[in-house]
């Protein structure tokens, strides 16, 4: 298994989630890691990505302010802190790798592996 997400949850209503996405070491230190998000009858959409060095970091526009993405190179693991959750945010969430940092982290099709989901879902 390259990538192994895990962290999700059912919570309230500006409650807090963590997620976390293990990669194996070549694609960690050498691959953009991106989350996606997936809600029922919609599509795929972009929510946050690191550069492989971490220096660079983009988010979605609805999930900015709320959501942090970094690294932990001891472990391997992108992290997806997701803070204010509100029902919107109730999504599959999944992580991937991407080759390259640029405008195309933001594009689903450009990503090699991807990790199974992980359900968050936001109560009101």
């Known amino acids: 298994v390259q990538l192994q997400a895990s962290g999700g949850g059912l919570v309230q209503a500006g409650g807090s989630l963590r997620l976390s996405c293990v990669a194996s070491?070549?694609?960690?230190?050498?691959?953009?890691m991106g989350w996606f998000r997936q809600a029922p009858g919609k599509d795929r959409e972009f929510v946050a990505a690191s550069s492989w060095n971490d220096e660079n970091t983009d988010y979605a526009d609805s999930v900015k302010g709320r959501f942090t993405i970094n690294r932990d190179y001891g472990k391997n693991t992108v992290y997806l802190q997701m803070n204010s959750l509100q029902p919107e945010d109730t999504a599959v969430y999944s992580c991937?790798?991407?080759?390259?940092w640029g405008a195309g982290v933001k594009r689903a099709n450009g990503y090699h592996y991807w990790g199974q989901g992980t359900q968050v879902t936001v109560s009101s």
């Open positions: 991937a790798a991407h080759p390259t």
């Open positions: 070491g070549h694609i960690f230190r050498s691959y953009t």
